[in-house]
């Protein structure tokens, strides 16, 4: 009850923006009612009150290492990475171009997934059409079908598409991509092939999290659902290409 009126307090200041003078008396009232409860429910503690609270701590590390985790994760991604519109212009003409197409997940909307640059890197090819899709999840519960897909031409075949989901929607890909035909032409499922990235986390001494957060990162990172399971890929047109990362 204390935490939500805090909560109560941003929401009345930040989001409503009521004046000081206005917001300060209605939380003080909450405040003095939730601090005697929570003085009378603090002799609890030492007799089993502690239990809910280190299951409360033990979620809330979790949930907090995870949500650094992934935010040092994509820093280190993102350093030294190119524009898209560079790559697109320097891969045509050094790589073979095969019929079909090719969908890179990304979880940034610029710069170049590390799939693609392994793909090129080792494969030395690339197809007709390459699509950098990245699927972005909006603070609202559904999003309309007309705003659900936004697409750039980058030119020499390539397209960055982002596909826009609800936070109570499925992400279903497949779906998505038979209902769009603005990137070059309508898409057939079995004649594409979709890279996703796997990245293998390397503790370090890096500024970032403590090493036992780090290990416990990389722990749940190879326990979490896999991108194919959640964009509902096929899973015999996926190809993942493994990377190392250090935060």
Not at 29 to 42: E, Q, R, S, T
Not at 160 to 165: A, E, F, Q
Request: charged fraction near 20%.
């Amino acid at each position: 009850m204390f935490i939500d009126t805090i909560l109560l307090a941003v929401v009345l200041i930040t989001l409503w923006r009521w004046p000081l003078w206005k917001a300060a008396p209605l939380i003080a009232v909450f405040i003095i009612v939730d601090l005697a409860y929570l003085g009378a429910n603090l002799l609890k503690v030492p007799q089993g009150g502690w239990v809910p609270l280190a299951i409360g701590l033990f979620i809330f590390t979790l949930l907090t290492t995870w949500s650094r985790g992934r935010n040092l994760m994509r820093q280190s991604m993102t350093e030294g990475t190119i524009p898209m519109e560079v790559f697109a212009k320097s891969a045509h003409s050094s790589a073979t171009r095969v019929p079909g197409t090719a969908i890179f997940m990304a979880s940034a909307a610029s710069g170049v997934p590390s799939a693609l640059l392994h793909n090129i890197k080792h494969n030395k090819v690339l197809h007709e059409r390459v699509v950098i899709l990245t699927v972005a999840i909006q603070d609202v519960p559904y999003v309309d079908e007309a705003n659900r897909c936004s697409v750039k031409d980058l030119g020499k075949g390539f397209y960055r598409m982002v596909l826009k989901y609800g936070f109570l929607e499925e992400t279903d890909i497949p779906t998505a991509l038979k209902r769009a035909d603005i990137c070059g032409g309508p898409f057939e499922i079995m004649k594409t092939s979709f890279f996703l990235s796997r990245q293998t986390l390397l503790a370090s001494e890096k500024p970032g999290m403590a090493i036992w957060r780090e290990k416990l990162f990389a722990w749940m990172l190879r326990n979490a659902a896999s991108a194919m399971e959640f964009f509902r890929l096929p899973t015999n047109r996926v190809v993942e290409l493994g990377s190392q990362v250090e935060i």
